[in-house]
């Protein structure tokens, strides 16, 4: 059993997959994906090139025989409650938000701003233009 602290957010958590075939615990699933999210990785290919980059730094974190695949991971996402996942997140970072209090969010990446080097050899490489508003 980890004793990563991230681990132990999810404790007690409802699984509702089938236990047959079920080889990843909950915990470790949820536990992984945030800390993939968290590094910056959006979407489950980025995830899964995390995992494969960082596999043995994860195993003797978690203290596991194997890492959970990104499949797992989004299968266990696609029947996750969100709102048990959120309220544990928040308990675990200490976040207690009051009424009228929160912020809004919203961010865009404005289209054709990526790296342009390939597309147009006579322009200079550039990061992407993200642009955020705030309500």
Same mark, same amino acid.
């Given at each position: 059993?980890?004793?990563? =602290?991230?681990?132990?957010?999810?404790?007690?958590?409802?699984?509702? @997959? @089938?236990?047959?075939?079920?080889? $990843?615990?909950?915990?470790?699933?949820?536990?992984?994906?945030?800390? =993939?999210? =968290? =590094?910056?990785?959006?979407?489950?290919? #980025?995830?899964?090139?995390?995992?494969?980059? $960082? $596999?043995?730094?994860?195993?003797?974190?978690?203290?596991?025989? #194997?890492?959970?695949?990104?499949? #797992?991971? @989004?299968?266990?996402?696609?029947?996750?409650?969100?709102?048990?996942?959120?309220? @544990?997140? #928040?308990?675990?970072?200490?976040?207690?938000?009051?009424?009228?209090?929160?912020?809004?969010?919203?961010?865009?990446?404005?289209?054709?701003?990526?790296?342009?080097?390939?597309?147009?050899?006579?322009?200079?490489? $550039?990061?992407?233009?993200?642009?955020?508003?705030?309500?």
């Amino acid at each position: 059993m980890s004793k990563v =602290a991230i681990f132990k957010a999810f404790e007690g958590m409802p699984d509702s @997959r @089938r236990k047959q075939g079920t080889r $990843h615990s909950l915990q470790l699933c949820l536990a992984l994906f945030t800390l =993939a999210v =968290a =590094a910056g990785n959006q979407g489950f290919l #980025a995830i899964e090139n995390w995992l494969k980059y $960082h $596999h043995q730094e994860l195993k003797y974190l978690f203290d596991v025989e #194997a890492i959970s695949s990104y499949s #797992a991971i @989004r299968r266990v996402l696609l029947r996750v409650d969100y709102l048990d996942y959120a309220g @544990r997140l #928040a308990d675990f970072f200490g976040v207690n938000p009051e009424v009228g209090e929160t912020i809004s969010l919203d961010g865009k990446t404005l289209k054709g701003s990526y790296l342009t080097q390939e597309d147009n050899p006579e322009s200079e490489p $550039h990061s992407v233009t993200i642009l955020v508003t705030s309500y």
